[in-house]
Each structure stands twice: as C-alpha cells, then as structure tokens.
C-alpha cells in the first residue's frame, strides 16, 4: 500500500492542481499579449503556450520520475523501504501513470483516424475517387495529394485531413457530388495546404496537451480555437494564391456547413455560423484584391523542440520539483490516512 501513495495521489494533484494552474496563467499571458504584438507571432506563440501548458510538466515529470528511479537518489522521500542498490520503485510508478494517463487519452483518437482511412468501395465513392485522382493528375499543384485521399459515404466530417505520421484527406461522397470541378479543386488547394503544413500533427499535439488538461481544456479552449481559426484562414489564403477560385472555395465552405438531418457537421475547418461568415467574407475579397502569402511559422518545430529540451532536463539539473511533489503527496496521504 505505502508504495502506490505517490503514484495515486502524485498524478492526482498534477492534474487537479498543477495544471489548471498552469492553464489559468497561460490564459492571462495570452490575454496581455493579444494586442502587443503582431499577428503572426501572437498566432505561433498561442500554439506554443497552448501546448506548453500542458505538455511541458508532463514530459518533465515523466522523465524526472525514471532519472529519479534509475539514479536512486533522495530516497528519504519514498515510504517504501529501498535498500542502497535499489530502484526507488515509487518513482517508477508514478512515472508509468502519468504515461498510461497520456496514452490512454491518445489512443481513442489514434483508432478514430484508422477507421476514417477506410474508404468506401461502393460505385458512388468509386466514381468519386477517380473524379478526385482526374483533377489531381490534371493540375500541377495537386501532385502531392496523388494516392494521398479517401472517399467515404459515411462520414460525420463532409472533409477533413487526418494522420499526423502520413497526411491523407478523408472526403464524404454525398459532398464531392454536390460541388462542380472547379469547386471540388478549390477544395483540394485548401486541404492541400493542410497536408504540406502537416496540419493533423499540429492539431493532435494541441489536443492531446488539452486532453490530459480537462480544467485547462475549458480554460484555454477559446485560444485554441481562436488558432484554428487563423490555421483555417491561412490555408484560405494559400489555397487561392495557388490558383483556386475564391468564389468557388467560399460555395463549398457554404454547401460543406449546411445542417442535415443529424444537425450541423464541420467542414474544411468551419465551426460555427461567425467563423463561416469570417472565410467567406475574406474569400469574397480575395476575389476582388488578390491576396499576399502568409509566412509559415514554426510553431509545430518549437513546441516539440521544447518538449525534446524539457525531457532532457532532468538529468542535468536534477528533480528537485519531483521531490516536492512526492513530499506533497506522502503529506497528503498521511492526513488522509489519519482521517
């Protein structure tokens, strides 16, 4: 019993305590920053801090824990009895919950893509899937996407991209039918930028640092989405800077938000009602006065550069946090023991 004290009641004030913290401090830097700086840089340092807040003590944590097990010092913490050679088994538990936690999260929307790359195989979807592959060959642009795209007749996402290791797009037949070549190609410019950009690894590395953050989720949750929104506008831009129709992009972001019967659906990145006036607005004018490119931020490089840094660490500065916390946590579960 004494040797699971930290490892339960460890993650339990990281993540009802210390990340809720993290999060609420994040949302008051973000909220000084917003008219300080420019846009681009307030776009890619929202996508930092968002990640960061979350994903920075999770990496630190986890790796502190297996230094702190594998070197075996400050023992004095731990309940358990350890002899001089022993690991600090605690250590190694609390480690492998937070990973486990992590993991878990994870998981469920790892299956969710895999499902999605199923494609459908009946003559609707096949007719659909050559018209796609036709475009693709027939436009210099759309190379990359050759092989790269699946049709699917049931699909809650009328369009989306999804796999952050190799990026394919995932487009419901009933929608492809519904849009002429040229609205379907401006599509394919949008999504385009979306695999280039490697989009699903950004967004998934965004939601997973809010999804073992349930507090924080709910507290940051409006910069996110106000980042998404930016991401969206952007591949807007690029997609008709490559040669799509902004009319024709702005008619399927219509036609791709339409309610059906099970109510609204997400497509190309629309989640409500202002944010589909905001794109189509901007394409509109686009239409009239051509835009400028928009430079690529590294904001994917520097949050995982900066989670590799993080996991690094503690094996040159040592866990001194970690020992706080597991002196919190064997505090904690003596008051509660004596309860």
Same mark, same amino acid.
């Given at each position: 019993?004494? @040797?699971?004290?930290?490892?339960?009641?460890?993650?339990?004030?990281?993540?009802?305590?210390?990340? &809720?913290?993290?999060?609420?401090?994040?949302k008051?830097?973000?909220?000084?920053?917003?008219?300080?700086?420019?846009?681009?840089?307030?776009?890619?340092?929202?996508?930092?801090?968002?990640?960061?807040?979350?994903?920075?003590?999770?990496?630190?944590?986890i790796?502190?824990?297996?230094?702190?097990?594998?070197?075996?010092r400050?023992?004095?913490? =731990?309940?358990?009895?350890?002899?001089?050679?022993?690991?600090?088994? @605690?250590?190694?538990?609390?480690?492998?919950?937070?990973?486990?936690?992590?993991a878990?999260?994870?998981?469920?929307?790892?299956?969710?893509?895999?499902?999605?790359?199923?494609?459908?195989?009946?003559?609707?979807?096949?007719?659909?899937?050559?018209?796609?592959?036709r475009?693709?060959?027939?436009?210099?642009?759309?190379?990359?996407?050759?092989? =790269?795209?699946?049709?699917?007749?049931?699909?809650?996402?009328?369009?989306?991209?999804?796999?952050?290791?190799?990026?394919?797009?995932?487009?419901?037949?009933?929608?492809?039918?519904?849009?002429?070549?040229?609205?379907?190609?401006?599509?394919?410019?949008?999504?385009?930028?979306?695999?280039?950009?490697?989009? &699903?690894?950004?967004?998934?590395?965004?939601?997973?640092?809010?999804?073992?953050n349930?507090?924080?989720?709910?507290?940051?949750?409006?910069?996110?989405?106000?980042?998404?929104?930016?991401?969206?506008?952007?591949?807007?831009?690029?997609?008709?800077l490559?040669?799509?129709?902004?009319?024709?992009?702005?008619?399927?972001?219509?036609?791709?938000?339409?309610?059906?019967?099970?109510?609204?659906?997400?497509?190309?990145?629309?989640?409500?009602?202002?944010?589909?006036?905001?794109?189509?607005?901007?394409?509109?004018?686009?239409? @009239?006065?051509?835009?400028?490119?928009?430079?690529?931020?590294?904001?994917?490089?520097?949050?995982?550069?900066?989670?590799?840094?993080?996991?690094?660490?503690?094996?040159?500065?040592?866990?001194?946090?970690?020992?706080?916390?597991?002196?919190?946590?064997?505090?904690?579960?003596?008051?509660?023991?004596?309860?």
């Amino acid at each position: 019993m004494t @040797e699971v004290m930290f490892p339960l009641l460890g993650p339990l004030l990281v993540f009802g305590l210390a990340l &809720p913290c993290l999060a609420l401090v994040t949302k008051v830097v973000l909220l000084c920053v917003r008219r300080r700086e420019s846009l681009h840089l307030r776009l890619r340092l929202r996508y930092v801090l968002i990640v960061a807040s979350s994903g920075v003590p999770i990496v630190w944590l986890i790796s502190a824990g297996l230094h702190q097990a594998e070197s075996g010092r400050i023992l004095a913490a =731990c309940i358990a009895p350890h002899g001089s050679d022993a690991l600090c088994v @605690e250590a190694i538990y609390f480690a492998l919950a937070l990973v486990g936690f992590a993991a878990l999260l994870a998981l469920p929307r790892l299956i969710w893509e895999q499902v999605l790359l199923r494609g459908s195989t009946s003559e609707a979807a096949c007719r659909t899937n050559e018209r796609i592959a036709r475009l693709i060959r027939g436009n210099a642009r759309l190379r990359p996407l050759a092989g =790269c795209h699946v049709v699917r007749d049931a699909s809650r996402h009328t369009i989306l991209t999804v796999g952050f290791i190799s990026p394919r797009l995932v487009i419901r037949t009933s929608f492809a039918l519904e849009l002429d070549d040229e609205s379907l190609t401006a599509v394919l410019h949008h999504e385009l930028e979306h695999v280039v950009g490697r989009d &699903p690894l950004r967004y998934f590395v965004a939601w997973w640092a809010l999804a073992i953050n349930p507090v924080g989720r709910w507290i940051l949750n409006g910069e996110l989405a106000r980042w998404v929104l930016a991401r969206e506008i952007h591949c807007d831009r690029e997609a008709v800077l490559a040669g799509a129709s902004a009319p024709a992009l702005a008619n399927s972001l219509v036609r791709g938000s339409r309610p059906d019967s099970g109510g609204p659906v997400p497509a190309l990145g629309v989640g409500n009602v202002a944010a589909l006036r905001l794109r189509v607005g901007l394409l509109l004018a686009y239409s @009239e006065q051509r835009p400028t490119h928009c430079c690529r931020g590294p904001a994917l490089r520097v949050a995982l550069a900066l989670l590799l840094f993080v996991s690094l660490l503690p094996h040159s500065i040592g866990t001194g946090l970690l020992d706080l916390l597991h002196i919190a946590s064997e505090r904690a579960g003596g008051y509660l023991i004596g309860w």
